[in-house]
């Protein structure tokens, strides 16, 4: 991995791939430091020349970010200093899931000349009012105790029952990486998403968009994602039947012909 300073606070971040490939950005979740798409990466960087980085509070990246606003301005400055942008003469697409979803609408929304085509699995644009308590309990929870004492609720909200039980080594894997997390960003984040509300702008995003649904989430359900497809005219829909929140993990090659197919 490598390091920048940025105008926001440094970033660690890595790319693979051709220079003169499609850029491609992708954006990690919450439960999760950009390690997540380790299974993936290597089969985009065939096709794209790939960006992955931590957002702050993972794998020593820095910023003041507590609202989601702040997170996607971060990114904004990132983007700025790497010049993924190449001066505004190369298309932008970005992959995001979950809370890094929600940072990518936010960026296309203040920074709409930074992308040119957003892929957002598993997110949305607001969070419905019982979704929020989770949330702000993980924020609690983990600023009396420690990311050690939400691990178990992480992986309970990454991944089915069914596929936790049947592959205990990735679970182990996803609660190491987590446990490095910074607990005090990582309860700032949980309350950025409780107040997070891009539902009414979400009509003003220009760019391409589409919007995957892993229909086994119940962290940010599909109805969740339906609702800020109906937001954006310019959108497609599409859904990953048996993954949940993480589908670079739960069906990776069903992610990567997705991914291939729209991009």
Not at 65 to 88: E, P
Not at 160 to 168: E, I, L, Y
Not at 200 to 205: D, G, P, R, V, W
Request: net charge negative; proline share 5%.
């Amino acid at each position: 991995m490598q390091q920048i300073q940025t105008q926001k606070g440094r970033a660690i971040y890595e790319t693979r791939g051709a220079i003169d490939a499609p850029t491609l950005v992708l954006f990690h979740t919450l439960l999760a430091d950009c390690s997540v798409y380790d299974g993936i990466i290597d089969k985009l960087a065939e096709s794209f020349h790939v960006t992955r980085f931590h957002f702050p509070g993972y794998g020593g990246s820095t910023g003041e970010c507590s609202t989601i606003d702040d997170y996607a301005d971060w990114t904004a400055a990132l983007f700025q200093s790497l010049n993924i942008t190449k001066d505004g003469n190369k298309p932008v697409s970005v992959f995001s899931n979950g809370f890094g979803g929600f940072v990518s609408v936010g960026l296309c929304l203040r920074h709409p000349e930074l992308v040119s085509h957003l892929v957002i699995a598993n997110s949305g644009a607001a969070f419905p009012e019982e979704r929020k308590i989770p949330l702000q309990g993980m924020s609690q929870k983990v600023r009396s105790d420690g990311i050690n004492a939400v691990l178990d609720i992480a992986m309970s909200r990454m991944f089915p029952d069914d596929f936790r039980h049947a592959n205990p080594e990735i679970i182990s894997e996803r609660k190491t990486k987590l446990l490095s997390a910074d607990p005090e960003q990582f309860a700032k984040a949980c309350e950025a998403l409780s107040k997070l509300d891009y539902l009414s702008q979400a009509h003003q995003i220009t760019c391409a968009v589409d919007v995957i649904a892993g229909m086994q989430d119940e962290t940010t359900p599909p109805s969740m994602s339906n609702e800020l497809y109906d937001q954006i005219n310019q959108a497609n829909y599409h859904q990953i039947a048996d993954s949940g929140h993480c589908p670079q993990i739960q069906q990776p090659e069903k992610l990567l012909s997705l991914i291939t197919r729209i991009l």
